[in-house]
């Protein structure tokens, strides 16, 4: 069956930088968007970044011009660069991804803490 595998996430200093990565797996799949969603304590979960098959990206107001996705599609893989990472960053980062034919599938989340 289709999964999402995440990692990367960990505790940084403010300023700091981390890369999540996020591979769907299970068997030989065609997907069309992948995207990154995160989680602070309280609140709703928010779109980050949305990576489409043909390459085009969209980043949420917060961290445009800071986080940077990327996708392998011969790997099934997203990627999320953070740089200049704030404490109002922490947060659980779950990937999204809507896999062709299949539906629309979630990673367990992995845990990002910007903290001095």
């Known amino acids: 069956q289709v999964q999402l595998v995440e990692s990367g996430g960990g505790l940084v200093h403010p300023g700091g930088s981390l890369r999540l990565s996020c591979v769907v797996s299970?068997?030989?799949?065609?997907?069309?968007?992948m995207d990154w969603y995160r989680q602070a304590p309280g609140k709703q979960r928010d779109m980050v970044a949305n990576?489409?098959?043909?390459?085009?990206?969209y980043y949420s107001d917060s961290v445009k011009g800071r986080f940077t996705t990327s996708r392998d599609n011969a790997k099934n893989t997203v990627y999320l660069q953070m740089n200049n990472l704030k404490p109002e960053d922490t947060a659980v980062y779950y990937c999204?991804?809507?896999?062709?034919?299949?539906?629309?599938?979630w990673g367990q989340g992995t845990q990002v803490t910007v903290s001095s």
């Open positions: 299970g068997g030989d799949y065609k997907v069309k968007n």
């Open positions: 990576t489409y098959s043909n390459g085009d990206t």
């Open positions: 999204r991804a809507l896999v062709i034919g299949k539906g629309i599938y």
